[in-house]
């Protein structure tokens, strides 16, 4: 079936550090991908997409490209915030799944510290 | 995109008692989903609401806990009935402007059972 795995957090890391946070997807044909953010006490927001092999989404300095040959859809991000402290969902949907129906990974906790 | 505004944006309630969310978009969809976001997950699909017709609820929902009302395309209500500490959560509603587009989220509801 279709599924969305993420790294394990949460993630620690020194502002100005490079953020990954890996995400790999299993699905049939080829489904649009997404990265929502949800800060501190918030609901989620889209952070970026891709809806097709090699597209790149970016967005407030995050990137992710989707390579359909290693099925992932990894985040990066050259020099973390403070005020990037959030949780990362990583996220797929389209082809084949029912009525749009979005599935999420469990998400990635992110901390930064000054 | 679709811009939503949800409340209550946080609650305290009662065990035993019932609270009704709204969800109100500042545009026609067809369909409305709610989630369940638990403490330290991911989100989870409650049910998709059409307009006209009754909601369809994911496993492990039912209509009698969790009634739907999507009385015109723009509006939904859900609501958490007989409460218990266990429904403590985020619940959010959510629409989609288009596949690969992915959802807008509502803010987000904040319920602690007592």
């Known amino acids: 079936g279709n599924s969305v795995t993420q790294m394990e957090g949460p993630v620690t890391l020194s502002e100005e550090a490079f953020l990954t946070i890996n995400c790999t997807y299993t699905a049939t044909g080829y489904p649009s991908l997404f990265w929502y953010v949800q800060y501190p006490g918030e609901g989620l927001q889209l952070l970026l997409k891709a809806t097709k092999a090699d597209d790149k989404g970016s967005n407030k300095g995050f990137e992710a490209t989707y390579r359909k040959e290693t099925t992932s859809f990894h985040l990066e991000k050259g020099s973390v915030q403070v005020s990037d402290s959030a949780v990362y969902f990583c996220a797929l949907s389209g082809w084949g799944l029912p009525y749009d129906k979005v599935i999420f990974g469990p998400g990635t906790s992110l901390s930064v510290i000054p | 995109s679709a811009v939503i505004s949800q409340k209550p944006s946080r609650d305290i309630c009662q065990r035993g008692t019932s609270l009704t969310i709204q969800c109100q978009v500042d545009s026609q969809v067809t369909m409305m989903f709610w989630y369940r976001q638990q403490p330290g997950q991911s989100l989870t699909l409650i049910a998709t609401?059409?307009?006209?017709?009754?909601?369809?609820?994911e496993s492990g929902f039912v209509i009698d806990k969790f009634p739907i009302s999507r009385p015109n395309l723009t509006f939904s209500t859900l609501t958490v009935s007989n409460m218990s500490p266990e429904d403590s959560s985020i619940y959010l509603c959510?629409?989609?402007?288009?596949?690969?587009?992915?959802?807008?989220f509502g803010s987000g509801t904040r319920l602690t059972v007592v």
């Open positions: 609401a059409n307009q006209g017709s009754e909601a369809t609820y």
């Open positions: 959510s629409v989609i402007p288009g596949t690969a587009n992915g959802y807008t």
